[in-house]
């Protein structure tokens, strides 16, 4: 089960989550120290 | 001490929102155009943040003032996409997942044998199987029936009484997403003069989109199954179901 959660449009949810780490590094000004 | 946990989980917790957030705008964009300008402004994204990072000014100062801008070119771009978009909010799961093979196999069934008992009535239809492209905007020039597949319901809709006969049927799923679509004609120029309309519906939908289109003519009741912009003929109600099988079995296994 958990793992056609993770399989299922697994590219997507990666872009997902590299977008979401980004954002979070960048409002909170980590990646710009 | 609960201070220093929340000081932990407060970011987790934010990417984790973040991440719902980016995943669904990703899934509603999938397949359609918008997908397109969506990667497009993930790129002008990463120019922008590598131009701070390395501290590169003017192209900073360009960025900044081209996102200003294509704020107001994009809601004016997808109006009808955001209009729809917030109105269906909640009313997906967040992620939702694959169906298993034997619900596979059963709706390949139901299929088939609405398909076969059409073509032996002599009555034309169009059914087109959405695969990983989703054929949102198809869906949305027909009916809505939102319906679990049936191949009673299938063959009543193509009746020739039924309001819904005319167009294409599409299936999502588990369900009948919509009737009476339009589909893209095919302009193959390879193709007989002789072709009716239905029949160049079928492959310009899968010469467009990896969804399989089932046609059954009219006046000779041939079974004809367009995938990837071809025609394959379908002799037999089982050699149909092997052909729905190997494309819908197999996508699930690549994807696994």
Known sequence: MIKRW???????????????????????????? | MPFVIWSIVQPILEILIL??????????????????????IGY??????????????????????????????????????????LARLGQQHLFSVDLAESEILAII???????????????????????QTKLKPYIESGIPVDSKVSAELIQSIFSSQSPLHDGGLILSGERIVAASCLFPLSDNSSLNKLIGTRHRAALGLSEQTDS?????????????????????????????????????????????
């Open chain 2, 109 to 131: 069934e139901e299929i088939s044998t609405s398909v076969w008992r059409l073509s032996q009535n002599r009555r034309g239809c169009l059914i087109a199987i959405e695969r």
């Open chain 2, 44 to 85: 002008l994204l990463i120019a922008f943040l590598i131009s701070q990072i390395l501290g590169l000014d003017t192209l900073n100062w360009l960025l900044t003032k081209l996102f200003a801008i294509s704020i107001i070119a994009l809601l004016i771009i997808f109006q009808t996409e955001l209009r729809h978009g």
């Open chain 2, 212 to 256: 399989a289109v089932l046609v059954v003519s009219e006046t000779t009741g041939d079974v004809l199954l367009a995938v990837d912009g071809r025609f394959v003929s379908v002799a037999n109600e089982e050699k149909l179901i092997n052909h729905l099988k190997n494309l819908l079995l197999k996508k699930k296994n690549k994807k696994e």
């Open chain 2, 19 to 40: 991440w719902i957030v980016f995943y669904r705008i990703l899934v509603f964009f999938e397949g359609t155009r918008a997908f397109q300008v969506l990667k497009g």
């Open chain 1, 6 to 33: 993770i399989t299922h449009n697994f590219a997507l949810k990666l872009i997902a989550l590299f977008w979401a780490v980004v954002t979070w590094f960048y409002v909170n000004g980590e990646l710009l120290k």
